[in-house]
Protein backbone atom coordinates (compact mmCIF):
# COMPACT_ATOMS: atom_id res chain seq x y z
CA UNK A 1 0.00 0.00 0.00
CA UNK A 2 0.95 3.70 -1.24
CA UNK A 3 1.11 6.86 1.66
CA UNK A 4 -2.16 8.56 0.96
CA UNK A 5 -3.75 11.30 2.82
CA UNK A 6 -5.97 10.22 5.17
CA UNK A 7 -7.77 12.42 7.82
CA UNK A 8 -7.64 10.77 11.48
CA UNK A 9 -10.93 9.92 12.00
CA UNK A 10 -11.28 8.23 8.32
CA UNK A 11 -7.93 6.34 8.56
CA UNK A 12 -8.98 5.02 11.95
CA UNK A 13 -11.90 3.47 10.73
CA UNK A 14 -10.42 2.13 7.45
CA UNK A 15 -7.89 0.48 9.91
CA UNK A 16 -10.70 -1.05 11.92
CA UNK A 17 -12.55 -2.64 8.88
CA UNK A 18 -9.00 -3.51 7.13
CA UNK A 19 -8.63 -5.78 10.85
CA UNK A 20 -11.82 -7.18 10.73
CA UNK A 21 -14.71 -5.13 12.35
CA UNK A 22 -17.65 -7.34 11.50
CA UNK A 23 -20.29 -4.89 13.39
CA UNK A 24 -20.15 -0.70 14.41
CA UNK A 25 -22.33 1.05 16.36
CA UNK A 26 -22.18 4.64 17.06
CA UNK A 27 -23.47 7.70 18.07
CA UNK A 28 -22.36 10.91 16.16
CA UNK A 29 -20.81 13.74 18.35
CA UNK A 30 -18.22 15.95 17.49
CA UNK A 31 -15.08 15.82 17.16
CA UNK A 32 -15.39 11.76 16.30
CA UNK A 33 -17.93 12.03 13.72
CA UNK A 34 -16.43 11.16 10.74
CA UNK A 35 -15.24 8.05 12.38
CA UNK A 36 -19.23 6.85 12.22
CA UNK A 37 -20.30 8.89 8.38
CA UNK A 38 -16.97 6.72 7.03
CA UNK A 39 -18.56 3.40 8.55
CA UNK A 40 -22.08 4.27 7.38
CA UNK A 41 -20.88 3.40 3.90
CA UNK A 42 -18.25 1.37 4.37
CA UNK A 43 -19.48 -1.03 6.19
CA UNK A 44 -22.74 -1.33 4.26
CA UNK A 45 -21.14 -1.72 0.94
CA UNK A 46 -18.66 -4.36 2.30
CA UNK A 47 -22.22 -6.34 3.51
CA UNK A 48 -21.54 -5.88 7.39
CA UNK A 49 -23.13 -4.43 10.11
CA UNK A 50 -23.45 -0.64 10.66
CA UNK A 51 -26.18 1.19 12.87
CA UNK A 52 -26.14 4.49 13.98
CA UNK A 53 -27.86 4.13 17.90
CA UNK A 54 -30.34 6.22 19.72
CA UNK A 55 -27.90 6.86 22.36
CA UNK A 56 -24.27 6.05 23.27
CA UNK A 57 -26.17 3.99 26.16
CA UNK A 58 -27.57 1.56 23.20
CA UNK A 59 -24.32 2.04 21.23
CA UNK A 60 -22.40 0.65 23.67
CA UNK A 61 -25.06 -2.01 24.26
CA UNK A 62 -25.49 -3.00 21.02
CA UNK A 63 -21.60 -3.75 21.07
CA UNK A 64 -21.79 -5.56 24.12
CA UNK A 65 -24.79 -7.87 22.70
CA UNK A 66 -22.31 -8.81 19.59
CA UNK A 67 -19.28 -9.47 21.74
CA UNK A 68 -20.93 -11.68 23.62
CA UNK A 69 -21.62 -13.64 20.27
CA UNK A 70 -17.52 -13.52 19.52
CA UNK A 71 -17.46 -11.55 16.55
CA UNK A 72 -14.93 -8.17 16.10
CA UNK A 73 -17.15 -5.11 16.68
CA UNK A 74 -16.45 -1.23 17.99
CA UNK A 75 -17.56 1.88 19.03
CA UNK A 76 -16.22 5.06 18.58
CA UNK A 77 -17.02 8.34 20.82
CA UNK A 78 -15.71 11.43 22.20
CA UNK A 79 -15.68 12.97 26.20
CA UNK A 80 -19.19 13.13 26.77
CA UNK A 81 -20.72 10.48 24.84
CA UNK A 82 -17.71 7.86 27.02
CA UNK A 83 -19.35 9.04 29.85
CA UNK A 84 -22.55 7.44 28.57
CA UNK A 85 -20.82 4.64 27.52
CA UNK A 86 -19.22 3.19 31.17
CA UNK A 87 -22.15 1.75 32.29
CA UNK A 88 -21.54 -0.56 29.63
CA UNK A 89 -18.03 -0.99 30.09
CA UNK A 90 -18.42 -1.79 32.98
CA UNK A 91 -20.40 -4.73 32.50
CA UNK A 92 -18.53 -5.72 29.08
CA UNK A 93 -15.26 -5.86 31.34
CA UNK A 94 -16.69 -8.20 33.70
CA UNK A 95 -18.10 -10.16 31.08
CA UNK A 96 -14.66 -10.66 30.05
CA UNK A 97 -15.92 -10.06 26.27
CA UNK A 98 -13.86 -8.20 23.55
CA UNK A 99 -14.16 -4.80 22.61
CA UNK A 100 -12.71 -1.97 20.37
CA UNK A 101 -13.78 1.74 21.53
CA UNK A 102 -12.51 4.71 19.73
CA UNK A 103 -12.44 7.86 22.07
CA UNK A 104 -11.18 11.17 20.71
CA UNK A 105 -11.61 13.66 23.22
CA UNK A 106 -12.54 17.02 23.79
CA UNK A 107 -12.79 19.97 26.13
CA UNK A 108 -14.55 19.65 29.35
CA UNK A 109 -15.97 18.96 31.83
CA UNK A 110 -20.01 19.14 31.30
CA UNK A 111 -20.64 20.31 27.21
CA UNK A 112 -17.65 21.67 26.92
CA UNK A 113 -16.62 22.42 23.74
CA UNK A 114 -15.31 20.65 21.16
CA UNK A 115 -11.76 21.72 21.15
CA UNK A 116 -9.00 18.77 21.05
CA UNK A 117 -8.46 18.20 25.21
CA UNK A 118 -6.29 15.50 27.20
CA UNK A 119 -8.69 15.67 30.38
CA UNK A 120 -9.96 12.18 30.15
CA UNK A 121 -6.87 10.31 31.06
CA UNK A 122 -8.51 9.98 34.04
CA UNK A 123 -11.83 8.73 32.39
CA UNK A 124 -10.00 5.90 30.57
CA UNK A 125 -7.36 4.90 32.64
CA UNK A 126 -9.29 4.86 36.10
CA UNK A 127 -12.86 5.57 35.65
CA UNK A 128 -13.85 3.70 32.67
CA UNK A 129 -16.90 2.47 35.01
CA UNK A 130 -17.63 1.36 38.32
CA UNK A 131 -15.88 -1.33 39.96
CA UNK A 132 -12.56 -2.69 39.59
CA UNK A 133 -10.97 -2.92 36.00
CA UNK A 134 -8.51 -1.67 33.70
CA UNK A 135 -9.19 -1.25 30.05
CA UNK A 136 -5.98 -1.50 28.24
CA UNK A 137 -5.84 2.11 26.83
CA UNK A 138 -3.30 3.25 23.76
CA UNK A 139 -2.62 6.91 22.94
CA UNK A 140 -1.42 7.46 19.37
CA UNK A 141 0.32 10.66 18.43
CA UNK A 142 0.27 10.53 14.62
CA UNK A 143 -2.55 9.56 12.18
CA UNK A 144 -0.19 6.35 11.00
CA UNK A 145 0.24 5.48 14.69
CA UNK A 146 -3.59 5.65 14.85
CA UNK A 147 -4.29 3.45 12.49
CA UNK A 148 -1.55 1.39 13.72
CA UNK A 149 -2.94 0.98 16.85
CA UNK A 150 -6.47 0.23 16.45
CA UNK A 151 -5.62 -2.50 13.65
CA UNK A 152 -4.02 -4.35 16.63
CA UNK A 153 -6.52 -3.47 19.22
CA UNK A 154 -8.73 -5.86 18.25
CA UNK A 155 -6.27 -8.47 18.40
CA UNK A 156 -5.49 -7.32 21.79
CA UNK A 157 -8.89 -7.42 22.95
CA UNK A 158 -9.29 -10.83 22.12
CA UNK A 159 -6.13 -11.41 23.51
CA UNK A 160 -7.03 -10.96 27.21
CA UNK A 161 -11.26 -10.73 26.45
CA UNK A 162 -11.06 -7.26 27.90
CA UNK A 163 -12.07 -3.66 26.22
CA UNK A 164 -8.96 -1.94 24.24
CA UNK A 165 -9.67 2.09 24.21
CA UNK A 166 -7.57 3.96 21.56
CA UNK A 167 -7.49 7.40 23.03
CA UNK A 168 -6.90 10.77 21.16
CA UNK A 169 -7.27 14.11 21.38
CA UNK A 170 -9.39 16.23 18.70
CA UNK A 171 -6.65 16.96 16.63
CA UNK A 172 -5.83 13.24 16.05
CA UNK A 173 -9.25 12.67 14.91
CA UNK A 174 -9.42 16.24 12.76
CA UNK A 175 -6.04 17.06 11.12
CA UNK A 176 -5.20 14.91 8.00
CA UNK A 177 -1.93 13.61 7.59
CA UNK A 178 0.03 10.63 5.11
CA UNK A 179 -0.34 7.42 6.47
CA UNK A 180 -0.07 3.84 4.78
CA UNK A 181 -3.05 1.23 5.69
CA UNK A 182 -2.48 -2.64 6.74
CA UNK A 183 -3.56 -5.22 4.63
CA UNK A 184 -7.15 -6.15 4.58
CA UNK A 185 -8.15 -9.39 7.03
CA UNK A 186 -10.20 -11.82 6.39
CA UNK A 187 -13.07 -12.27 8.35
CA UNK A 188 -12.86 -14.38 11.35
CA UNK A 189 -15.54 -17.68 10.78
CA UNK A 190 -13.99 -19.09 14.42
CA UNK A 191 -15.98 -19.68 17.57
CA UNK A 192 -14.94 -18.75 21.12
CA UNK A 193 -15.96 -21.70 23.17
CA UNK A 194 -17.42 -19.26 24.91
CA UNK A 195 -19.25 -17.29 22.59
CA UNK A 196 -23.45 -17.27 22.59
CA UNK A 197 -24.39 -18.99 19.25
CA UNK A 198 -27.46 -21.22 20.17
CA UNK A 199 -26.57 -24.26 22.38
CA UNK A 200 -27.52 -26.87 19.65
CA UNK A 201 -25.72 -29.88 20.85
CA UNK A 202 -24.83 -28.97 23.93
CA UNK A 203 -26.22 -27.17 27.30
CA UNK A 204 -26.43 -23.21 27.05
CA UNK A 205 -23.77 -20.87 28.06
CA UNK A 206 -24.29 -17.86 29.76
CA UNK A 207 -22.45 -14.95 29.86
CA UNK A 208 -23.51 -12.80 32.96
CA UNK A 209 -21.94 -10.01 34.94
CA UNK A 210 -23.83 -10.98 38.21
CA UNK A 211 -22.33 -13.03 41.00
CA UNK A 212 -24.62 -12.62 44.08
CA UNK A 213 -22.04 -14.90 46.13
CA UNK A 214 -18.99 -12.50 47.75
CA UNK A 215 -16.62 -15.29 47.41
CA UNK A 216 -17.91 -15.77 43.78
CA UNK A 217 -17.36 -12.28 42.38
CA UNK A 218 -13.85 -12.43 44.60
CA UNK A 219 -12.87 -15.32 42.11
CA UNK A 220 -14.21 -13.00 39.03
CA UNK A 221 -12.28 -9.64 40.06
CA UNK A 222 -9.09 -11.95 40.90
CA UNK A 223 -9.15 -13.10 37.43
CA UNK A 224 -9.62 -9.54 36.21
CA UNK A 225 -6.76 -8.84 38.36
CA UNK A 226 -4.53 -11.52 36.91
CA UNK A 227 -5.58 -10.11 33.45
CA UNK A 228 -4.59 -6.64 34.91
CA UNK A 229 -0.94 -8.27 35.60
CA UNK A 230 -0.68 -9.84 32.29
CA UNK A 231 -1.44 -6.79 30.38
CA UNK A 232 1.21 -4.70 32.81
CA UNK A 233 3.98 -7.43 31.94
CA UNK A 234 3.49 -7.77 28.30
CA UNK A 235 2.14 -4.43 26.57
CA UNK A 236 3.72 -1.86 27.84
CA UNK A 237 4.25 0.58 25.17
CA UNK A 238 6.30 4.00 25.03
CA UNK A 239 8.61 6.17 22.13
CA UNK A 240 11.39 8.55 23.20
CA UNK A 241 12.69 11.45 21.10
CA UNK A 242 16.31 12.92 22.35
CA UNK A 243 15.74 10.95 25.43
CA UNK A 244 19.31 9.36 25.89
CA UNK A 245 21.19 12.30 27.74
CA UNK A 246 18.39 14.67 28.51
CA UNK A 247 18.60 16.76 31.57
CA UNK A 248 15.07 17.76 31.02
CA UNK A 249 12.87 14.98 30.34
CA UNK A 250 9.46 16.11 28.96
CA UNK A 251 6.41 13.39 29.50
CA UNK A 252 3.80 14.29 27.45
CA UNK A 253 1.10 11.31 25.27
CA UNK A 254 -0.59 11.91 22.23
CA UNK A 255 -0.69 15.31 20.25
CA UNK A 256 1.17 16.76 23.58
CA UNK A 257 4.15 14.15 22.50
CA UNK A 258 4.56 15.53 19.61
CA UNK A 259 4.72 19.12 20.49
CA UNK A 260 6.89 18.63 23.22
CA UNK A 261 9.31 17.17 20.54
CA UNK A 262 9.66 20.22 18.51
CA UNK A 263 9.81 21.89 22.18
CA UNK A 264 13.38 19.27 22.62
CA UNK A 265 14.60 20.37 19.08
CA UNK A 266 14.12 23.84 20.22
CA UNK A 267 15.87 23.68 23.13
CA UNK A 268 19.06 21.60 21.83
CA UNK A 269 19.54 24.68 19.77
CA UNK A 270 19.55 26.53 22.30
CA UNK A 271 22.44 24.11 23.93
CA UNK A 272 19.66 22.71 26.29
CA UNK A 273 19.75 19.12 26.63
CA UNK A 274 15.55 17.85 26.60
CA UNK A 275 14.17 15.00 25.27
CA UNK A 276 11.11 13.93 25.39
CA UNK A 277 9.63 10.53 26.72
CA UNK A 278 5.91 10.01 25.19
CA UNK A 279 3.79 7.21 26.47
CA UNK A 280 1.59 5.02 24.05
CA UNK A 281 -0.16 3.05 26.66
CA UNK A 282 -1.51 4.67 29.07
CA UNK A 283 -2.79 2.04 30.83
CA UNK A 284 -0.50 -0.07 31.28
CA UNK A 285 1.61 2.97 31.84
CA UNK A 286 5.11 2.40 31.24
CA UNK A 287 6.11 3.80 34.87
CA UNK A 288 9.23 1.01 34.76
CA UNK A 289 10.96 2.36 31.55
CA UNK A 290 10.44 5.66 33.01
CA UNK A 291 11.34 5.52 36.02
CA UNK A 292 15.02 4.21 34.43
CA UNK A 293 15.18 6.92 32.41
CA UNK A 294 14.72 9.25 35.16
CA UNK A 295 17.83 8.65 36.51
CA UNK A 296 19.74 9.98 34.01
CA UNK A 297 17.91 12.78 33.49
CA UNK A 298 17.59 15.66 35.93
CA UNK A 299 14.22 16.96 35.89
CA UNK A 300 10.97 15.86 34.37
CA UNK A 301 8.77 18.30 33.28
CA UNK A 302 4.61 16.72 32.49
CA UNK A 303 3.12 18.47 29.62
CA UNK A 304 -0.62 18.03 28.78
CA UNK A 305 -3.84 19.53 27.45
CA UNK A 306 -5.43 19.42 30.96
CA UNK A 307 -4.71 20.07 34.55
CA UNK A 308 -2.72 17.34 35.02
CA UNK A 309 -3.75 13.89 35.09
CA UNK A 310 -0.70 11.80 33.58
CA UNK A 311 1.21 13.92 35.72
CA UNK A 312 0.07 11.46 38.97
CA UNK A 313 1.31 8.30 37.08
CA UNK A 314 4.56 10.01 36.38
CA UNK A 315 4.71 11.15 39.95
CA UNK A 316 4.06 7.74 41.18
CA UNK A 317 6.74 6.32 38.36
CA UNK A 318 9.61 8.54 40.11
CA UNK A 319 8.44 8.90 43.48
CA UNK A 320 7.81 11.76 45.50
CA UNK A 321 11.46 13.84 45.79
CA UNK A 322 12.02 13.66 41.87
CA UNK A 323 11.35 17.08 41.21
CA UNK A 324 8.34 16.83 38.88
CA UNK A 325 7.45 19.64 36.53
CA UNK A 326 4.09 20.56 34.96
CA UNK A 327 2.75 22.81 32.43
CA UNK A 328 -0.97 22.20 31.35
CA UNK A 329 -3.57 24.04 28.95
CA UNK A 330 -7.63 23.20 29.56
CA UNK A 331 -10.42 23.80 28.09
CA UNK A 332 -9.26 22.91 24.80
CA UNK A 333 -6.02 25.22 24.25
CA UNK A 334 -3.68 23.35 22.52
CA UNK A 335 -0.31 24.71 23.28
CA UNK A 336 2.20 26.05 21.38
CA UNK A 337 5.82 24.90 20.82
CA UNK A 338 7.03 28.56 21.92
CA UNK A 339 5.15 28.14 25.75
CA UNK A 340 6.48 24.45 25.95
CA UNK A 341 10.37 25.83 25.28
CA UNK A 342 9.85 28.27 27.59
CA UNK A 343 8.99 26.21 30.34
CA UNK A 344 11.29 23.89 29.82
CA UNK A 345 13.98 27.42 29.45
CA UNK A 346 12.65 28.06 32.74
CA UNK A 347 13.28 24.61 34.25
CA UNK A 348 16.70 25.00 32.63
CA UNK A 349 17.47 28.55 34.36
CA UNK A 350 16.39 27.18 37.73
CA UNK A 351 18.78 24.30 37.51
CA UNK A 352 21.62 26.59 36.56
CA UNK A 353 20.43 28.61 39.48
CA UNK A 354 20.93 25.47 41.75
CA UNK B 1 -53.46 -59.83 29.54
CA UNK B 2 -54.38 -56.18 28.87
CA UNK B 3 -51.97 -54.20 26.98
CA UNK B 4 -50.88 -50.82 28.85
CA UNK B 5 -50.92 -47.90 26.61
CA UNK B 6 -49.87 -44.30 28.22
CA UNK B 7 -49.30 -41.83 25.89
CA UNK B 8 -46.95 -38.49 27.66
CA UNK B 9 -49.30 -35.68 27.83
CA UNK B 10 -46.91 -33.24 29.96
CA UNK B 11 -43.52 -33.14 30.91
CA UNK B 12 -40.77 -30.04 31.48
CA UNK B 13 -40.24 -28.34 28.17
CA UNK B 14 -36.19 -28.87 26.62
CA UNK B 15 -35.59 -25.67 26.53
CA UNK B 16 -35.97 -25.05 30.30
CA UNK B 17 -33.03 -26.52 32.87
CA UNK B 18 -33.96 -28.88 35.53
CA UNK B 19 -33.71 -26.57 38.42
CA UNK B 20 -35.88 -25.19 41.16
CA UNK B 21 -36.64 -21.44 40.74
CA UNK B 22 -35.62 -18.47 42.64
CA UNK B 23 -39.26 -17.22 42.42
CA UNK B 24 -41.66 -16.75 45.09
CA UNK B 25 -44.50 -19.31 45.90
CA UNK B 26 -47.67 -17.51 44.03
CA UNK B 27 -45.38 -15.47 41.29
CA UNK B 28 -46.20 -15.75 37.55
CA UNK B 29 -42.62 -16.02 36.05
CA UNK B 30 -42.68 -19.70 36.35
CA UNK B 31 -45.79 -19.86 34.21
CA UNK B 32 -44.08 -17.32 31.81
CA UNK B 33 -40.75 -19.17 31.26
CA UNK B 34 -42.73 -22.06 30.98
CA UNK B 35 -44.83 -21.02 28.24
CA UNK B 36 -42.19 -19.68 25.96
CA UNK B 37 -39.99 -22.65 26.86
CA UNK B 38 -42.83 -24.59 25.23
CA UNK B 39 -42.61 -22.45 22.32
CA UNK B 40 -39.45 -22.51 21.87
CA UNK B 41 -39.40 -26.51 21.99
CA UNK B 42 -42.93 -26.37 19.86
CA UNK B 43 -40.76 -24.08 16.78
CA UNK B 44 -37.92 -26.35 17.20
CA UNK B 45 -35.46 -23.93 17.94
CA UNK B 46 -33.44 -24.33 21.02
CA UNK B 47 -30.45 -25.03 19.42
CA UNK B 48 -30.49 -21.50 17.73
CA UNK B 49 -31.89 -19.31 20.22
CA UNK B 50 -29.99 -16.52 22.54
CA UNK B 51 -32.10 -14.94 25.66
CA UNK B 52 -31.15 -11.54 27.01
CA UNK B 53 -32.46 -11.48 30.81
CA UNK B 54 -33.09 -8.25 32.26
CA UNK B 55 -32.68 -6.31 36.12
CA UNK B 56 -35.10 -7.40 38.22
CA UNK B 57 -36.50 -10.41 39.48
CA UNK B 58 -36.02 -12.54 36.38
CA UNK B 59 -32.33 -11.70 36.14
CA UNK B 60 -31.50 -14.98 37.08
CA UNK B 61 -33.63 -16.12 33.96
CA UNK B 62 -30.28 -17.51 32.16
CA UNK B 63 -30.52 -20.46 34.86
CA UNK B 64 -34.22 -21.73 34.14
CA UNK B 65 -33.54 -21.88 30.28
CA UNK B 66 -31.79 -24.03 28.82
CA UNK B 67 -30.73 -21.68 25.72
CA UNK B 68 -27.75 -19.74 25.52
CA UNK B 69 -28.22 -16.66 27.79
CA UNK B 70 -26.41 -13.24 28.12
CA UNK B 71 -27.23 -10.70 31.13
CA UNK B 72 -28.10 -6.94 30.40
CA UNK B 73 -27.85 -3.97 32.24
CA UNK B 74 -30.81 -2.49 33.61
CA UNK B 75 -32.97 -1.65 30.70
CA UNK B 76 -30.77 -2.12 27.89
CA UNK B 77 -31.72 -5.79 26.60
CA UNK B 78 -33.01 -4.55 23.36
CA UNK B 79 -30.04 -2.92 22.82
CA UNK B 80 -27.59 -6.27 23.11
CA UNK B 81 -30.72 -8.38 20.94
CA UNK B 82 -30.13 -5.39 18.39
CA UNK B 83 -26.82 -6.41 18.00
CA UNK B 84 -27.07 -9.85 18.05
CA UNK B 85 -29.86 -10.18 15.45
CA UNK B 86 -27.72 -7.55 13.30
CA UNK B 87 -24.89 -9.93 13.42
CA UNK B 88 -26.62 -13.33 13.77
CA UNK B 89 -30.04 -13.03 11.14
CA UNK B 90 -30.62 -16.60 11.57
CA UNK B 91 -30.62 -16.91 15.34
CA UNK B 92 -33.76 -16.23 17.22
CA UNK B 93 -32.84 -13.34 19.62
CA UNK B 94 -35.64 -12.92 22.87
CA UNK B 95 -35.67 -10.30 25.43
CA UNK B 96 -37.56 -11.30 28.85
CA UNK B 97 -38.03 -7.62 30.78
CA UNK B 98 -39.91 -6.45 33.52
CA UNK B 99 -42.07 -3.30 33.91
CA UNK B 100 -39.15 -1.31 35.47
CA UNK B 101 -36.43 -2.68 33.16
CA UNK B 102 -38.61 -2.04 30.07
CA UNK B 103 -41.09 0.39 30.79
CA UNK B 104 -38.88 3.19 32.79
CA UNK B 105 -35.13 2.60 32.65
CA UNK B 106 -34.89 1.08 29.40
CA UNK B 107 -37.98 3.20 27.69
CA UNK B 108 -35.37 4.63 25.42
CA UNK B 109 -34.06 1.22 24.06
CA UNK B 110 -37.54 -0.21 23.87
CA UNK B 111 -39.02 2.77 22.34
CA UNK B 112 -35.85 2.71 19.40
CA UNK B 113 -36.01 -1.18 18.84
CA UNK B 114 -39.28 -0.95 18.30
CA UNK B 115 -39.27 1.98 15.98
CA UNK B 116 -36.19 0.47 13.80
CA UNK B 117 -38.25 -2.65 13.44
CA UNK B 118 -35.62 -4.96 15.09
CA UNK B 119 -36.35 -8.46 13.84
CA UNK B 120 -36.61 -9.74 17.97
CA UNK B 121 -39.00 -11.10 20.47
CA UNK B 122 -39.95 -9.12 23.18
CA UNK B 123 -41.34 -10.89 27.00
CA UNK B 124 -42.84 -7.65 28.93
CA UNK B 125 -43.65 -9.18 32.36
CA UNK B 126 -46.27 -6.13 33.81
CA UNK B 127 -46.81 -6.54 37.80
CA UNK B 128 -47.25 -3.12 37.96
CA UNK B 129 -44.48 -2.99 40.85
CA UNK B 130 -40.72 -3.18 41.41
CA UNK B 131 -40.38 -7.09 42.80
CA UNK B 132 -36.83 -7.19 43.22
CA UNK B 133 -36.06 -4.38 44.93
CA UNK B 134 -38.80 -4.73 47.60
CA UNK B 135 -42.13 -3.22 46.27
CA UNK B 136 -41.61 0.70 44.86
CA UNK B 137 -43.94 1.95 42.87
CA UNK B 138 -43.29 1.14 39.14
CA UNK B 139 -43.81 3.03 35.29
CA UNK B 140 -47.00 0.73 35.65
CA UNK B 141 -48.29 0.74 39.26
CA UNK B 142 -52.13 2.15 39.08
CA UNK B 143 -53.52 4.90 40.16
CA UNK B 144 -53.85 5.20 43.79
CA UNK B 145 -52.12 1.70 44.21
CA UNK B 146 -49.85 1.73 47.40
CA UNK B 147 -46.00 1.11 47.05
CA UNK B 148 -43.19 0.47 49.46
CA UNK B 149 -42.21 4.14 47.69
CA UNK B 150 -45.82 5.21 46.90
CA UNK B 151 -47.11 4.64 50.69
CA UNK B 152 -50.21 6.64 50.23
CA UNK B 153 -51.15 5.47 46.88
CA UNK B 154 -50.11 6.73 43.52
CA UNK B 155 -50.85 10.27 43.20
CA UNK B 156 -50.91 11.12 39.62
CA UNK B 157 -50.76 14.78 40.20
CA UNK B 158 -46.89 14.23 41.38
CA UNK B 159 -46.13 10.41 40.03
CA UNK B 160 -48.07 10.71 36.68
CA UNK B 161 -49.66 8.09 35.22
CA UNK B 162 -49.10 4.36 34.43
CA UNK B 163 -47.41 3.72 30.94
CA UNK B 164 -49.61 1.75 28.45
CA UNK B 165 -46.56 0.03 26.40
CA UNK B 166 -48.38 -2.13 24.07
CA UNK B 167 -50.52 1.18 23.09
CA UNK B 168 -47.40 3.11 22.73
CA UNK B 169 -45.81 1.13 20.77
CA UNK B 170 -48.71 -0.22 18.24
CA UNK B 171 -48.27 3.41 16.98
CA UNK B 172 -44.57 2.74 15.62
CA UNK B 173 -44.48 1.75 12.42
CA UNK B 174 -41.35 -1.05 12.97
CA UNK B 175 -43.61 -3.25 15.55
CA UNK B 176 -45.43 -5.99 13.30
CA UNK B 177 -47.01 -7.61 16.60
CA UNK B 178 -47.95 -6.46 19.97
CA UNK B 179 -50.29 -8.02 22.21
CA UNK B 180 -51.25 -7.76 25.75
CA UNK B 181 -52.15 -11.14 27.63
CA UNK B 182 -52.53 -12.11 31.24
CA UNK B 183 -51.31 -15.00 33.11
CA UNK B 184 -54.46 -14.79 35.73
CA UNK B 185 -56.29 -18.13 34.79
CA UNK B 186 -56.18 -20.99 32.31
CA UNK B 187 -57.91 -19.73 29.82
CA UNK B 188 -56.23 -16.78 29.48
CA UNK B 189 -52.89 -18.65 29.94
CA UNK B 190 -53.66 -20.62 27.02
CA UNK B 191 -53.78 -17.16 25.18
CA UNK B 192 -50.93 -15.89 25.95
CA UNK B 193 -49.42 -19.14 24.56
CA UNK B 194 -50.47 -18.31 21.48
CA UNK B 195 -49.65 -14.92 21.39
CA UNK B 196 -46.00 -15.80 22.31
CA UNK B 197 -46.43 -18.24 19.24
CA UNK B 198 -47.26 -15.49 17.11
CA UNK B 199 -44.46 -13.75 18.08
CA UNK B 200 -41.68 -15.71 17.30
CA UNK B 201 -43.36 -17.18 14.27
CA UNK B 202 -43.36 -13.33 13.11
CA UNK B 203 -39.47 -12.85 14.08
CA UNK B 204 -38.85 -16.08 12.55
CA UNK B 205 -40.34 -14.83 9.50
CA UNK B 206 -38.81 -11.48 9.58
CA UNK B 207 -41.81 -9.64 9.71
CA UNK B 208 -40.03 -7.07 12.27
CA UNK B 209 -40.56 -6.47 16.05
CA UNK B 210 -43.13 -8.46 18.01
CA UNK B 211 -43.94 -8.25 21.69
CA UNK B 212 -45.98 -9.65 24.16
CA UNK B 213 -46.97 -7.78 27.51
CA UNK B 214 -48.09 -10.68 30.05
CA UNK B 215 -49.81 -9.50 33.08
CA UNK B 216 -48.47 -11.07 36.03
CA UNK B 217 -48.75 -11.01 39.64
CA UNK B 218 -46.55 -10.25 42.59
CA UNK B 219 -47.87 -11.89 45.90
CA UNK B 220 -45.21 -10.96 48.30
CA UNK B 221 -45.06 -6.80 47.74
CA UNK B 222 -48.74 -6.54 46.96
CA UNK B 223 -49.18 -8.27 49.84
CA UNK B 224 -51.81 -10.53 48.83
CA UNK B 225 -51.61 -14.60 49.10
CA UNK B 226 -51.40 -16.27 45.54
CA UNK B 227 -55.42 -16.70 44.81
CA UNK B 228 -55.99 -12.74 46.02
CA UNK B 229 -53.19 -11.88 43.53
CA UNK B 230 -55.39 -13.03 40.46
CA UNK B 231 -58.15 -11.87 41.58
CA UNK B 232 -56.51 -8.65 41.85
CA UNK B 233 -55.13 -8.97 38.77
CA UNK B 234 -57.74 -9.78 37.50
CA UNK B 235 -60.03 -6.99 38.67
CA UNK B 236 -57.59 -4.09 38.91
CA UNK B 237 -54.92 -4.57 36.02
CA UNK B 238 -56.87 -6.07 33.19
CA UNK B 239 -59.46 -2.58 32.86
CA UNK B 240 -56.63 -0.68 32.75
CA UNK B 241 -54.00 -2.86 31.06
CA UNK B 242 -56.79 -4.26 28.20
CA UNK B 243 -56.51 -7.31 26.74
CA UNK B 244 -55.81 -8.21 23.02
CA UNK B 245 -53.66 -7.37 19.62
CA UNK B 246 -52.75 -3.85 19.33
CA UNK B 247 -50.68 -4.34 16.31
CA UNK B 248 -51.02 -7.17 13.62
CA UNK B 249 -49.60 -6.60 10.56
CA UNK B 250 -50.91 -7.66 7.52
CA UNK B 251 -48.09 -10.54 6.97
CA UNK B 252 -48.27 -11.23 10.90
CA UNK B 253 -51.87 -12.22 10.12
CA UNK B 254 -51.11 -14.79 6.85
CA UNK B 255 -49.01 -16.75 9.58
Known amino acids: MARELWKGNEALAEAAVRAGVVAYFGYPITPQTELLEYLSLRMVRLGRTFLQAESELAAINMVYGVACTGVRVMTSSSSPGISLMQEGLSYIAASEVPVVLVDIMRGGPGLGNIQPSQGDYFQVTRSCGHGDFRPLVLAPATVQEGVDLVYEAFDLAEKYRTVVIVVADGNIGQMMEPAEMPPMRDISTEQPDWALVGADGRSHRIITSLFLSAEKLETLNLRLQAKVQRVRENEVRYREHRAEDADILMVGFGTMGRIAQTAADMARQKGIRAGVFRPVSLFPFPSAALETRSHQARRILVVEMSAGQMLEDVRLAVGKDYPVEFYGRMGGVIPLPDEVFDAVEKIHAEMCHD | ?255
Open chain 2, 1 to 255: MTEVTEELVYQRPESLTQVHTHYCPGCTHGTAHRLVGEVLDELNVRGRTIGIAPVGCSVLAYYYFDVDFAEAAHGRAPAMATGMKRTHPDKVIFTYQGDGDLAAIGTGEIVHAAGRGENITVIFINNAIYGMTGGQMAPTTLEDQKTSSSPLGRDVSIAGYPLRMCELLATLDGAAYISRQSLHDVRHIRRAKKAILTAFKTQMAGLGFSMVELLSTCSTNWKMDPVESLEWLRDNMIPYFPLGDFKVAEAVKEL
